[in-house]
């Protein structure tokens, strides 16, 4: 009886030990992606977050646990793709913010008035400019998987109505931390008050800012109708967003799971793009029902705009070939 308990004991203790050892296996054969986003989960970086991860986890196997830090859970964006470079955290969707402060060729994006409308601006990020540019990520510790998308850039105040350039004077205007951006509403005579997006409700709301600009997709995710009055839709400038991943996750992967993290990243931005035209129609009613003050610049409205940015090209042109500026605007 005695040696039938003992036997017993081994065995409960070898499948204890079985079991502890097969769940360290499978901790260890699954890694977690620990993936942050600057907006919710019902926003266009939300749905391409899940995107990315469904992609992947059905072409792998279950070898990857996504863990989604949205809304700024990790930080503002500049501090995420530092964690990306030292390998604290595995994998992003940003905008092109503070994207040129590491690649500063991808600047040339964010120049105002270049892109007519989305198709050029998803031509142009799709073919050899957008994707040699991608490709520089290599040099500064990061892994670019794919260009995805915001939509054009509006701006919101709580000051007044703009229709013509000498509206902003003196506008107390958060700016993404982008020196073409700063430049822009520099050259506009507006107060440009670049800050990390973390910062921005709070900011608005205690009124040390009068606005802020962002596409549709992100004034209706971000509820700004609750803290600004006015919207103008100017679209004075293309945003594109871009998916990151760690080099150290990408060194360590086999050429397979490579491939389901880039295709995944591939459908993710496709996933971000159709949210946006999506809201690009819906938006604006939406923001009006919510009480906003809507108002759009007629084209005539918009050259002024443009004749006022243009000294700021003479910067541009120094800091990007104009060749390039150029071929992009040529880009049919
Ligand atoms: O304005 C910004 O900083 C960006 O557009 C945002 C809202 C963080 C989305 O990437």
Avoid: C
Wanted: net charge negative; proline share 4%; no cysteine.
């Amino acid at each position: 009886m005695k040696l039938f308990a003992r036997n017993l004991a081994s065995a409960a203790a070898f499948a204890a030990a079985l079991g502890i050892l097969a769940g360290a296996q499978s901790a260890q054969a699954q890694q977690e992606i620990k993936l942050g986003y600057a907006l919710a989960p019902n926003s266009h970086y939300g749905v391409a977050a899940d995107k990315w991860q469904e992609e992947v986890e059905a072409k792998t196997d279950g070898r990857y646990s996504f863990r989604h830090f949205p809304s700024s859970g990790l930080g503002g964006e500049r501090e995420v793709i530092e964690g990306l470079q030292i390998g604290t955290i595995e994998a992003t969707i940003v905008s092109s913010g503070t994207l040129s402060n590491f690649v500063p060729e991808t600047g040339v994006f964010d120049i105002p008035f270049l892109f007519r409308d989305l198709n050029h601006a998803r031509d142009v990020l799709d073919g050899e400019i957008g994707q040699n540019i991608l490709a520089k990520f290599d040099d500064v510790g990061l892994v670019a998987l794919a260009w995805g998308e915001q939509g054009f850039r509006h701006i919101t105040n709580n000051r007044n109505t703009i229709g013509k350039p000498e509206d902003v004077a003196g506008l107390k205007l958060r700016t993404m931390e982008n020196p073409i951006h700063i430049t822009a509403f520099e050259t506009l005579g507006a107060a440009p008050t670049p800050m990390a997006w973390p910062e921005v409700i709070s900011s608005l709301q205690q009124g040390t800012i009068d606005g802020q600009e962002n596409p549709l997709s992100v004034i209706t995710s971000t509820n700004l109708s609750e803290v600004q009055k006015y919207l103008t839709l100017s679209g004075h400038v293309y945003s594109p967003a871009m998916l990151l991943v760690s080099k150290q996750l990408w060194e360590g992967m086999s050429d397979e799971d490579k491939q389901a993290f880039q295709t995944g990243a591939t459908e993710a931005a496709k996933a971000m793009r159709a949210f946006v035209d999506n809201v690009e129609t819906s938006g604006v009613a939406q923001l009006k029902e919510e009480g906003m003050d809507v108002g759009e610049l007629t084209a005539e409205q918009k050259a002024a705009f443009q004749q006022a940015v243009q000294p700021a090209y003479e910067q541009y042109y120094e800091q990007y070939d104009k060749a390039l500026i150029d071929q992009i605007i040529a880009t049919k």
